[in-house]
T-cell receptor, first 110, second 115 residues
Framework: QKEVEQDPGPLSVPEGAIVSLNCTYS??????FMWYRQYSRKGPELLMY????GNKEDGRFTAQVDKSSKYISLFIRDSQPSDSATYLC??????????FGTGTSLTVIP | DTEVTQTPKHLVMGMTNKKSLKCEQH?????MYWYKQKAKKPPELMFV???????INESVPSRFSPECPNSSLLNLHLHALQPEDSALYLC??????????????FGSGTQLSVL
């Protein structure tokens, strides 16, 4: 079993839709959770970072962590064509190792 | 400033060439990383430097040689690469707080093609 599981998609939604992206994990020691957005042939860009259960909001983005279920989500409201990218979840607990999901490819159709 | 700068952005090299990738950050981060990423795959860890010392080498072939001249700079020296080494090479850095490395920041990457 992989440490972090993420549905690769692809996911296709109309402009303005609410997008839900999810990751599950197996290691209850994970404490720090990140979401990255990656455009084709570019480096991943850190979108959201949280270290506690609950919700964290930043503009159109909301990161949700449920440690009891070992489940994290990223919600994108009012999705735009510019949100079309691959979204990676990542986690860490101690030391200098980060564990990545496989990434979900999202296309927002105008 | 949350920027990690990588040069060059693109690199084409033959299997007998020697080249270097460069990375720089000015966020005061004390951990720096090299990742390799193939298309439609997540980043794959190659090396980690912590306080300018190599702390993780993920069994990377010796044709890849990392170097950390100081806390802001990270190089990856390439020699006698194979076509299967063609990939996006990503540099990253993170703050170190106690035993935890937080918030990994990536550069824009070097797209490497080996002919």
């Amino acid at each position: 079993q992989k440490e972090v599981e993420q549905d690769p998609g692809p996911l296709s939604v109309p402009e303005g839709a609410i997008v839900s992206l999810n990751c599950t994990y197996s290691n209850s020691a994970f404490q720090y959770f990140m979401w990255y957005r990656q455009y084709s042939r570019k480096g991943p860009e850190l979108l959201m970072y949280t270290y506690s259960s609950g919700n964290k909001e930043d503009g159109r983005f909301t990161a949700q962590v449920d440690k009891s279920s070992k489940y994290i989500s990223l919600f994108i409201r009012d999705s735009q064509p510019s949100d079309s990218a691959t979204y990676l979840c990542a986690m860490s607990f101690y030391g200098n190792q980060f564990y990545f999901g496989t990434g979900t490819s999202l296309t927002v159709i105008p | 400033d949350t920027e990690v700068t990588q040069t060059p952005k693109h690199l084409v090299m033959g299997m007998t060439n020697k080249k270097s990738l460069k990375c720089e950050q000015h966020m005061g981060h004390r951990a720096m990383y090299w990742y390799k990423q193939k298309a439609k795959k997540p980043p794959e860890l190659m090396f980690v430097y912590s306080y300018e010392k190599l702390s993780i080498n993920e069994s990377v072939p010796s044709r890849f040689s990392p170097e950390c001249p100081n806390s802001s700079l990270l190089n990856l020296h390439l020699h006698a690469l194979q076509p299967e080494d063609s990939a996006l090479y990503l540099c990253a850095s993170s703050q170190v707080t106690g035993t935890v490395n937080e918030k990994l920041f990536f550069g824009s990457g070097t797209q490497l093609s080996v002919l």
